[in-house]
């Protein structure tokens, strides 16, 4: 049972990227998922998640505004849609499943994986 998180990459200040986030072992729709990221010397940061029982999703004010996040069922897979990106949305990100509705906590999630690597430079 894992989720793994895919799509990072090298990207100009300005452009976009989509990260996807698949589960292994266990659908999506029954859990609360959220992506987390973490800096260089920086904590891990909870960034988006959007819930399980309710559709209802959160963003982190650093991200609001330019970051969605969204669900494919049919496909057992979350996306994070990040536009406008900027040098320090540089980080890997990481997602994670949560049975009991959102948290931006990471010791909180019951699922989580390898973490995919986004640069944003010129």
């Known amino acids: 049972v894992q989720v793994v998180a895919s799509g990072g990459g090298l990207v100009q200040p300005g452009n976009s990227l989509r990260l996807s986030c698949a589960a292994s072992?266990?659908?999506?729709?029954?859990?609360?998922i959220v992506w987390f990221r973490q800096a260089p010397g920086k904590e891990r940061e909870g960034v988006s998640c959007i819930n399980n029982s309710d559709g209802r999703i959160n963003y982190a004010d650093s991200v609001k505004g330019r970051f969605t996040i969204s669900r494919d069922n049919a496909k057992n897979t979350v996306y994070l849609q990040m536009n406008s990106l900027k040098p320090d949305d540089t980080a890997t990100y990481f997602c994670a499943a949560k049975n009991t509705g959102c948290s931006f906590s990471w010791t909180a999630m019951d699922y989580w994986g390898k973490g995919t690597l986004v640069t944003v430079s010129t």
């Open positions: 072992g266990f659908t999506l729709y029954y859990y609360a």
